[in-house]
């Protein structure tokens, strides 16, 4: 029998397989960690209309019934790594809190998806603030993006390293999560930076921009399911984040192209 660390993802399906809840499976399988899925939303990007996401929650029940067939499953000491990706909506956001105040996960690696194109503005703003007020106190380690730091910091512009570095610590002492904040290719110069910050550590990681600035999606939903992977491995949140920008940079490396306006991160590489 092999005893393979698990790793559980809360996430939505993007049907091409570019990000969401399929990027998260890859990237399990490639760590050598078994994973499982509870499924938030369906995206179907439309192609007569600019890729816009065209989205379909799941049934909050439906969601709470996936959750509790795998926390039985899967005893705590089997299962201690939760990733959270897309949620949605608040009632999905409601249901999922509910869970991770239930079954305490050792880690909750927490990607703060906040604004899904093609929503209402209006129940967007809903999303984000039941994210920030619910799973974000929740959270263990967190992995926002340019918008998500200025978003869940503050701070109104991100511009350099020392902002990048001050929102992070600001997220991280509000959620008391480690914090890695993803500059990508939004701060000026040749190298993608991001900053990890926790209690004992500020932490620069920088690696050259690859690609021409070409878009490369999925890169986000990668990063944050290489770190749960990483840490259901045994790494610490800080090897966690060294290691799973190295496997996101490689993937970027060999990225998919195809007829979407965008490439996709290849986690085989
Ligand atoms: O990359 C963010 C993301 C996460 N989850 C789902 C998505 C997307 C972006 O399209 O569709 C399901």
Same mark, same amino acid.
């Given at each position: ?5 698990l ?8 049907a ?36 816009a ?5 799941v ?42 105040r ?5 880690? #909750?690696?927490l990607? @703060?998806? +906040?604004?899904?194109?093609? %929503?209402?503005? $209006? =129940? ?5 603030? &039941?994210l ?13 993006n ?57 932490? #620069?990681?920088?690696? @050259?921009? +690859?690609?021409?600035?070409? %878009?490369?999606? $999925? =890169? ?5 399911? &290489?770190?749960a ?41």
């Open positions: 029998m092999h005893t393979p660390p790793v559980l993802t809360i996430a939505g399906s993007e091409t397989g570019g990000a969401g809840a399929q990027v998260d499976l890859k990237t399990f399988q490639q760590h050598g960690v078994f994973g499982c899925m509870a499924l938030t939303c369906i995206v179907s990007f439309d192609p007569q209309d600019h890729w996401h065209r989205f379909v929650p049934d909050p029940q439906v969601i709470a019934d996936q959750l509790e067939v795998i926390t039985t499953t899967y005893p705590p000491e089997q299962l201690d790594v939760v990733k959270i990706g897309m949620l949605g909506t608040p009632a999905t956001i409601e249901t999922v809190a509910g869970v991770l239930e079954r305490r996960f050792g880690h #909750v690696v990607d @703060p998806v +906040l604004i899904c194109k093609g %929503q209402e503005p $209006g =129940a967007a703003l809903d999303t984000d603030e &039941a920030k007020a619910l799973v974000l106190p929740l959270a263990t380690f967190v992995t926002p340019h918008f998500e730091t200025m978003s869940l910091s503050g701070m109104e512009t991100i511009e350099t390293v020392e902002q990048l570095t001050e929102a992070a610590r600001l997220i991280h002492e509000r959620s008391g999560a480690a914090v890695l904040a993803k500059g990508g290719v939004h701060l000026p110069g040749p190298d993608a930076v991001d900053v990890y910050v926790d209690a004992d550590r500020t932490e #620069v990681l920088s690696s @050259p921009k +690859l690609g021409d600035g070409v %878009q490369v999606a $999925g =890169a986000g939903c990668t990063l944050a399911a &290489a770190v992977a990483e840490l259901a491995l045994g790494a610490t949140n800080y090897e966690a984040a060294v290691a799973a920008k190295a496997f996101v940079t490689r993937g970027i490396e060999a990225r998919m192209g195809s007829s979407a306006p965008f490439d996709v991160v290849w986690q085989g590489a």
